[in-house]
């Protein structure tokens, strides 16, 4: 079985990846490997048995992502995460980071800049069938003497967070938490992260991973390295702050971590990053923000050049979002 080894020069992370690395293929050309746009997740877990596309963005774009890395409140968030997970382990050579594909694998990232001595793999993770177990069980053999901390980008609506919490394996650590449904986080608050926009096809090498096999390490196929932009990857660890900025964590306020989480059932998705992962990989109708336009130009470029390309109209001033604890939301397009 090939699993994408760490030291592996198509592996821009240099995180073991565990998946089964299957069969190179175009991932604009090859349109029939993945699923439509309009496949939204019913509860039927066979929706996880093909990945999701991949758009392609052009130099443009890339160049607006990258110019948007460096961002204080984001470096300021991920110095308080590391924090926080520093004073529930104080000694960093036992933790053993499990980046969730794909959101995790640059927040674990910079972890292990800030906390010398621990280590980050990759595993999949899917709302439903859960953690990728034959996986699971291949990283504690490899790693017997440290400590599983599962590392997300951020929380939504908590799902992720309660199979974390179902598999008692090790708590849950990410960026920002909206909902309050992380063990750790660096942020409440909906805070947009920029890797938000990264792709599989531009930071990974590989698609989004998919159960082939019922009980074997999911799958996914490799892309080529000539999509691969190593320079946004190189971008983003430079802007990760030094170890000794990592703050004491017993001046934090205690709403931080740990919290009663917050939960309001709703169709929209909810909270800037998944919005952003809708305009990548899914069908969205309509994108709102809570903020007016001089505003959003000026805090999520981004999200706006995603929704001028996929043509999704724009609605600001939305005061209803604020009962959701987002700054942002669309509906989606559903195939019925």
């Known amino acids: 079985m090939k ?10 992370w240099g995180q073991t990846v565990y998946a089964r690395m299957r069969k190179e293929i175009d991932p604009y050309r090859d349109r029939d490997c993945f699923r439509p746009l309009n496949r939204a997740y019913t509860g039927d877990d066979t929706f996880w048995s093909i990945p999701s596309p991949e758009p392609e963005l052009d130099d443009r774009f890339w160049n607006l992502v990258k110019s948007r890395l460096n961002d204080p409140a984001v470096r300021t968030a991920a110095g308080r995460l590391a924090g926080a997970v520093l004073q529930w382990e104080p000694n960093p050579e036992k933790l053993l980071f499990a980046a969730i594909l794909r959101a ?23 709302v439903g069938p859960g953690i990728d177990r034959a996986a699971l069980q291949r990283i504690r053999k490899s790693h ?20 974390v919490r179902e598999l008692d394996a090790g708590p849950l650590a990410v960026l920002n938490d909206p909902w309050g449904w992380a063990d ?6 909906d805070l947009f992260c920029p890797t938000a926009c990264f792709t599989g096809a531009a930071t990974l090498g590989f698609s989004r991973t998919f159960i ?33 900025e990592v703050p004491d964590v017993s001046e934090f306020p205690k709403t931080e971590n740990r919290t009663e ?3 309001k059932k709703t169709d929209l998705r909810l909270h800037t990053n998944e919005v952003c992962r809708a305009l990548i990989n899914a069908d969205p109708k309509t994108l709102y923000f809570r903020a007016d336009a001089p505003e959003v130009r000026k805090s999520y470029p981004l ?16 005061g209803d979002l604020d009962l959701y604890r987002t700054q942002a939301a669309c509906d989606l397009n559903i195939a019925r």
């Open 3 to 12: 699993i994408l080894e760490a030291t592996h020069p198509r592996n821009l």
């Open 104 to 126: 995790g694998v640059p927040i674990a990232d910079w972890l292990t800049r800030l906390l010398p001595g621990s280590a980050a793999v990759s595993i999949s993770l899917f």
């Open 144 to 163: 017997p003497d440290r400590t599983l901390v599962f590392v997300d980008g951020w929380t939504g609506r908590g799902g992720v967070a309660r199979a």
């Open 184 to 189: 750790f986080s660096g942020r409440r608050g």
């Open 212 to 244: 082939e096999r019922p009980g074997e390490v999911f799958s996914a196929y490799t892309f080529p390295r000539r999509y691969c932009r190593k320079d946004l990857v190189s971008a983003w660890q430079s802007h990760c702050q030094a170890p000794s």
């Open 261 to 263: 989480p917050f939960f």
């Open 303 to 318: 999200l706006l050049a995603l929704a001028e390309r996929r043509r999704v109209p724009v609605v600001y001033q939305v």
